[in-house]
């Protein structure tokens, strides 16, 4: 017997597949034997239950009973009387009044532009840009600006390096194509398609990796031979926002997830295989790396864990409590897709807490949970209802991206400015407290936003640079020096980026802020200095072209002052302030 | 020689010394003629070299064999210079060495995610939402390290590594991360050390306002990391990441083609020379990286033909090396992973995670070397009756001892929380006499 959902029905099939829901206890027993079959023999049967055939009856009534409650929960959300973006504020207006605080006040447009270029296109903005917009006298400027920049292709460019850094890392694992996955999401955010769409693509992706792009999270997920182990945990925790990498090998005791549920999930992956195709080169006359590929192939009935006990233990394709079909001729991955698009009990779908956590994270620093993707009961969201509905409107929606980020960017949260007075200084998450979003967060760049951003400051984005492929080739190769794989089924590495010394001598001593700092003809100092215009002006274009606002009076007289003492080689003073401009806390922070 | 006397160590203290190790270690001489005649200036400045197995090793191949058990595997145990203490067949040169290392084959940690189990055993804390813990080697930097006035470059050195945070302790106390090739990227051209101060000062003024303008920490970390940055790339104790070079002031030779061999070519051995000749000019702390020990699959050759014959001679020459120069009373090694392999072969001959019983090896550092602390029993699947069970905490308790940090020192969390060191963990007194 199993319960089936198709086409948002839920239907209940009897199937002749009895014989595999006895629940097994068997003990690990006898030498150390290789290969699948052998592994078997050792075991001994201990227990036989009828347990599961019970327990699935159970889950058929409880989920008759989601069912039901559906459309409540979908009326509640419509009947709470105030719009989504009234109820952000008022939401997060809770948190500053329960904790006896002020937020700080809104920033200026020279703060607030140069923060959404960032988050929203990856860079800071050019000096005309920021110059239109400090101009602008249309009181709705902001959300015009947010408008645009969603239509921008660096938008695009920007969230397909996120995605692609969150799915396959920052180095590139063996025989994964970085530019396929690339491809893939380069579409979908251009596309601006829904993101349940985008996920159930990855999940059930098949074949070859520039053809079908989506493969490659696959691919960079199964660096090892593991049973799917890291695929496993890799999309509970990037999809769904859940850690359960710890329930592989016990219950975790905080965790709601099971040691059971860790080897259900994984049963769905287990018709993944890899194929790494190689090809004669002709010059060479030997063998050498071709395409790779995800196939299907055969899997039926359920894998085998152990538990800490040293019982062997069986768990079958289920998620949720619905179970799928176990048998031959059911592609488990795309039943898989079909169940987490679907509510929770009386909750939304977790693809759609995660997508909201993960989007409020990016834009504050802070998301609802820390770590945003450890989700659950073990660690509850810092403002619960806003998660909640937040996400609700979010997968009612169609899970449009673009959509989420409006919402996110015009809260009044987002408007207020990085500087903390006395009355919100305790709301400092950087310290280990509960963010109130009483003002904005610093955030650290990242290597990629700072190398777009260095490219924008010395105009070399304007000189033409050969494509997108091109300029992907070259940030990617400059990105290598900071990142460290560390060669484990984890897949995972770190960056000495964050703020490091190697950060420190980069743009200290780079080509790259050799550049941005050069005379040549076309850069951006070249064309400063080639205009006429007093001191005061061309200091005030590089406080505007580096950190996007002007500088005030005392800050331009002791550039002046610093400027003297060059004395002809004035020159070298404006190299300089631009040097120091680049390399001040002011640039390298999203505030 | 009144300096010899400041350190408390003579000449022919030193002599000794070497004569012991020649005795012992007639392979290889570690120093050159020169070298044997200088002063031993720094040699009394405590120092700790982590060996980071990432991946997690499985000792059970390595240092606590199970030769009659059905996990035991392919590889035999033979003798070591530790009397009754037995270690794997492929590690002959440390076997030789092992009078001066030791052993804790009773440790039981409770992670087994590569992610957890690193943050874990680096920082003895299990990985906490709210706060965020410094690896040890951060904690050497900020306990040691600011109190050397005359060490130019990062007191905390992570070769090929890069995991390491320094938490609550701040930026400054985090890894400098370099490749086992020593080289520095990005290191000032001459036009640019010219004209560096010129433009700091410019820094200088431009930055001091977002500095105080109530935006936290952030900023002022930054400053002063880049205050790191600059002693970095101008100081001659750069002379330290390049085996090639030599600065006499500082003690550091070329160093000949036979040593770099007795390391081993390969990145391990490499970096572990690197971490010998920052030891030498004052780092506290240096960690060497080796991967690739995540073997699921294939364990048996795998280790045989690649990982364990570049463990081996990297041990055995650092150990050696650091005696003969007299330097290995005051360099605690420490040698782990982020935990141990299933006891159980898998159906791939691979192991998979295990955290409830595994090795650490410990070194140097003053420490009563030549044991094996605790065991398991003889499947190798748990701590063995009687057998006291240990935690990180408890190794770096130990190695705070050998270094001579308090080990009661309580830190302060950002949020104000008291930390203990090493989670309050207590020395093992097997090792510490």
């Known amino acids: 017997m199993t319960l089936k959902c198709a086409g948002g029905r839920w239907s209940i099939c009897f199937k002749t597949t009895v014989s595999w829901r006895l629940r097994i206890l068997v003990k690990q027993a006898g030498a150390s034997v290789m290969g699948f079959g052998a592994r078997i023999l050792r075991w001994s049967v201990a227990v036989f239950t009828v347990a599961a055939v019970t327990g699935a009856m159970l889950q058929v009534l409880a989920s008759a009973r989601l069912v039901a409650d559906e459309p409540v929960a979908a009326e509640q959300a419509a009947d709470s009387g105030v719009s989504l973006a009234e109820f952000i504020d008022q939401q997060i207006r809770q948190g500053w009044t329960d904790n006896e605080i002020e937020a700080s006040p809104q920033a200026a447009d020279e703060e607030w532009v140069r923060r959404v270029y960032l988050d929203l296109v990856g860079r800071i903005p050019t000096l005309a840009e920021t110059k239109a917009f400090l101009e602008d006298k249309n009181p709705r400027k902001r959300s015009l600006l947010v408008d645009t920049l969603l239509e921008n292709e660096d938008y695009v460019r920007h969230f397909t390096t996120i995605w692609t850094n969150n799915s396959i890392g920052r180095a590139t694992p063996q025989r994964v194509s970085r530019s396929g996955m690339e491809k893939f999401y380069r579409e979908a955010f251009a596309k601006n398609r829904p993101w349940d769409e985008i996920v159930v693509d990855i999940v059930t992706a098949s074949g070859h990796f520039e053809e079908n792009g989506a493969v490659n999270y696959i691919l960079a997920q199964m660096q090892m031979p593991d049973e799917g182990v890291q695929l496993t945990a890799m999309t509970t925790r990037l999809f769904l926002g859940l850690q359960v990498q710890c329930t592989q090998c016990h219950n975790h005791p905080f965790n709601k997830w099971q040691q059971d549920q860790f080897w259900e999930f994984n049963s769905f992956f287990r018709q993944v295989r890899k194929e790494e195709h190689r090809k004669l080169d002709p010059q060479s006359g030997r063998m050498v790396d071709d395409y790779s590929e995800v196939v299907w192939q055969e899997f039926t009935g359920p894998v085998y864990f152990e538990k800490r006990s040293g019982m062997m233990q069986v768990a079958f394709p289920k998620f949720q409590g619905h179970e799928v079909d176990p048998g031959p001729g059911v592609d488990r991955r795309v039943e898989l897709a079909k169940l987490i698009t679907e509510p929770a009990e009386n909750e939304p779908p977790q693809i759609a807490q995660a997508m909201v956590n993960r989007m409020w994270s990016h834009f504050f620093g802070y998301g609802f949970t820390r770590p945003v993707d450890d989700m659950g009961p073990h660690n509850p969201p810092s403002h619960p209802e806003l998660l909640a509905r937040l996400s609700r409107e979010f997968a009612a929606a169609d899970y449009d991206i673009k959509q989420l980020i409006r919402w996110i960017v015009s809260s009044e949260a987002y408007q207020l400015t990085s500087q903390y007075g006395e009355k919100n200084k305790i709301d400092d998450p950087a310290a280990g407290e509960m963010p109130l979003f009483s003002h904005m967060y610093l955030k650290s760049m990242q290597a990629e936003q700072l190398y777009d951003s260095l490219i924008v400051a010395s105009n070399a984005h304007q000189s033409g640079n050969g494509g997108w492929s091109a300029q992907e080739d070259q940030r990617r190769r400059w990105m290598q020096q900071f990142v460290v794989a560390f060669d484990n089924d984890e897949n995972d590495e770190s960056t000495t980026f964050n703020g490091t010394i190697p950060q420190a001598l980069m743009m200290m001593n780079s080509e790259l802020i050799e550049k941005a700092c050069s005379v040549e003809r076309g850069s951006f100092l070249f064309e400063e200095m080639s205009k006429p215009g007093a001191d005061t002006q061309k200091i005030t274009d590089l406080y505007l072209a580096a950190l996007s606002r002007k500088p005030t009076k005392p800050e331009i007289s002791k550039m002046q002052k610093a400027l003297a003492k060059y004395g002809p080689a004035k020159l070298n003073g404006y190299q300089d302030m631009f040097w120091a401009l680049l390399n001040s806390n002011e640039f390298v922070f999203i505030h | ?433």
């Open chain 2, 1 to 433: 020689m009144a300096l010899w006397n400041n350190y408390g160590m003579n000449r022919r203290h030193f002599m000794q010394h070497m004569a012991t190790a020649a005795a012992t270690i007639p392979a290889m001489n570690f120093l050159s003629h020169v070298q044997a005649n200088a002063d031993v200036l720094k040699s009394s400045q405590k120092s700790c070299i982590l060996m980071w197995m990432g991946g997690g090793p499985p000792t059970i191949d390595i240092w606590d064999l199970k030769p009659e058990s059905k996990n035991g595997g392919e590889f035999k145990p033979i003798d070591t210079a530790a009397p009754g203490v037995q270690i794997s067949e492929h590690m002959p040169e440390t076997a030789k060495v092992f009078g001066d290392l030791s052993l804790v084959r009773s440790m039981s940690t409770r992670e087994a995610d590569h992610g957890r189990g690193r943050y874990y055993m680096q920082t003895s804390y299990v990985p906490n939402p709210t706060v965020v813990h410094p690896t040890f080697g951060s904690v050497v930097s900020y306990e040691i390290g600011r109190n050397r006035k005359a060490l130019e470059i990062p007191a905390f050195v992570s070769v090929d590594g890069g995991a390491g945070q320094a938490g609550f302790l701040g930026m400054t106390h985090a890894p400098f991360v370099v490749d086992n090739t020593g080289r520095i990227r990005n290191e000032p051209s001459e036009e640019g050390k010219q004209r560096l101060g010129a433009r700091l000062t410019m820094l200088e003024e431009i930055e001091s306002g977002f500095m105080n303008s109530r935006r936290g920490e952030l900023p002022k970390a930054h400053k002063d990391v880049y205050r790191n940055a600059v002693n970095l790339m101008t100081s001659n104790q750069m002379a330290a990441f390049d085996v090639a070079k030599a600065d006499p002031t500082l003690g550091l030779e070329a160093e000949s083609d036979a040593v770099r061999d007795a390391y081993g070519r390969n990145g391990f051995g490499q970096g572990l020379l690197m971490a010998r000749r920052l030891v030498q000019v004052g780092v506290p702390f240096v960690e060497v990286n080796m991967g690739g020990w995540d073997l699921h699959a294939g364990v048996f050759d795998t280790l045989k033909n690649q990982r364990l014959p570049q463990l081996d001679k990297g041990i055995a020459a650092i150990t050696a090396d650091l005696k003969q120069r007299g330097m290995l009373d005051n360099t605690v090694l420490v040698w782990m992973g982020e935990f141990g392999r299933t006891p159980r072969i898998n159906q791939d001959v691979g192991r998979d995670h295990w955290a409830a019983s595994w090795s650490v090896m410990l070194g140097g550092g003053g420490l009563k070397n030549g044991q094996a602390v605790g065991a398991t029993d003889k499947d190798g699947l748990q701590i063995a009756d009687g057998s006291k069970a240990y935690l990180p905490g408890d190794i770096w308790a130990t190695v705070a001892h050998a270094m001579g940090i308090p080990v009661n020192t309580v830190h302060t969390s950002k949020r104000g929380r008291p930390m203990k060191l090493a989670n309050g963990g207590t020395p093992i007194q097997e090792l510490i006499g």
